[in-house]
């Protein structure tokens, strides 16, 4: 039996560990951290993500957790006015499938809980892969190594199982930052805030909102122009006022959301060109470590759990030889991914239009596509990631 070992408990790591076990192939994961816990934040997860937790076996639980909304908006920054609106009913009948938004922390715990007791060690710090021979070597911080026919570096942005593969990576500043909060619902004043997912698009920027834990939190993650700040940590605080300030001018609801509040996070977005190689020997990478993208078109999440699903699918296909596997999960992934990393690039391009009338334009595309192509429910030419199916055999490529 082929034996998989997976560099990182985050979302990645864990849905392919999922999937692997599913397809009887035995594997282990090695987190960092003492602890399995995420960020205080949300993710969106889409129908092409959800189509793959529904085949893992924890699509009903992802939804008890999730946030309750039954539109998807798209809105004008200063004036509330509706661009596009999606139901979740819409989605059912277009894709087969509704998204959702959940916390990570709730996602993570439901993945967890969905593996075998003693599959995850936790503490042990990846700190060099070797790929070559018979089986591929891990070795840890504490200068522990493991063995297994194949490694799967799922360990972030920054992993270092890329990096032992490829070498250090080449981040591109965009000159654009994000803020980040977690707001309780009942702490925001006035008329109570729609329990919807919204896309505010405005000059400079964007504004995304959703629920959390049925309507208890929304979680809101704003987008904006900045050359100035270049720090890329999620983890680094800023002052409320200074939001406040920075989208002075928008919409009252949204800067009555942005006060309450508590703790706001700040971080520089770079990017990175798609690598050209996933696979050296008997590692390989998903998530994050493979393909960092911009978070314009909310598919980070959702394609690393894309990942995990063709990787276990590929592995079994061609279990007699797992490095015959790994090659067939990468041409089956990385072209996609790759588009995707594309698309989000030129996403926050279309997002933040600073000419009224190039915003204008883009609404009455959106507009017409709607009304003339009854697939795209958002209107802005996306329909292919929702369509797609990861979870399914025939994705895989020759």
């Known amino acids: 039996m082929t034996r998989v070992a997976i560099i990182g408990g985050g979302i990645g790591g864990l849905t392919a560990a999922n999937a692997l076990s599913r397809a009887g192939i035995e594997v282990a994961v090695y987190e960092a951290a003492a602890e399995l816990k995420e960020i205080g934040a949300g993710v969106a997860l889409h129908p092409n993500a959800m189509k793959v937790l529904r085949a893992i076996g924890v699509e009903g639980s992802v939804r008890e957790v999730a946030g309750r909304s039954s539109w998807q908006v798209m809105r004008n920054w200063k004036t509330g006015r509706v661009i596009a609106r999606t139901s979740r009913d819409q989605q059912v009948a277009t894709f087969g499938i509704a998204g959702a938004t959940v916390h990570r922390a709730d996602l993570l715990d439901v993945l967890a809980g969905a593996l075998p007791a003693g599959q995850v060690t936790l503490g042990q710090r990846c700190t060099q892969v070797r790929p070559d021979g018979d089986t591929a070597v891990a070795r840890f911080a504490d200068g522990g190594e493991i063995e297994a026919d194949i490694i799967v570096g799922a360990d972030g942005i920054h992993s270092p199982v890329r990096a032992s593969l490829f070498g250090p990576d080449a981040p591109r500043f965009t000159g654009k930052i994000c803020y980040r909060s977690v707001v309780p619902t009942a702490t925001v004043r006035g008329t109570r805030p729609r329990a919807e997912g919204a896309q505010w698009l405005g000059p400079h920027g964007t504004v995304v909102l959703y629920p959390l834990r049925g309507e208890e939190l929304i979680n809101v993650v704003c987008h904006y122009d900045d050359a100035s700040y270049r720090h890329e940590s999620w983890i680094a605080e800023c ?160």
């Open 239 to 398: 002052g409320r006022e200074e939001v406040l300030e920075r989208y002075a001018g928008w919409h009252e609801s949204l800067l009555r959301l942005f006060a309450a509040a508590q703790t706001w996070y700040k971080w520089a977005l770079y990017d990175r060109d798609p690598i050209p190689r996933w696979t050296r020997g008997r590692v390989t990478v998903l998530g994050d470590a493979a393909h960092p993208m911009l978070p314009y078109l909310g598919q980070g999440a959702c394609q690393a759990i894309e990942d995990g699903a063709v990787l276990a699918t590929a592995l079994s296909a061609e279990a007699s030889d797992p490095v015959i596997g790994l090659a067939r999960y990468e041409r089956t992934r990385r072209p996609r991914a790759s588009r995707v990393v594309l698309t989000s690039r030129e996403r926050g391009l279309s997002n933040h239009l600073t000419s009224p009338w190039a915003a204008w334009r883009r609404d009455l595309l959106i507009a017409w596509r709607r009304r003339v192509n009854r697939r795209d429910p958002e209107g802005r030419g996306a329909a292919w990631l929702a369509d797609y199916d990861a979870s399914s055999p025939d994705v895989l490529a020759s």
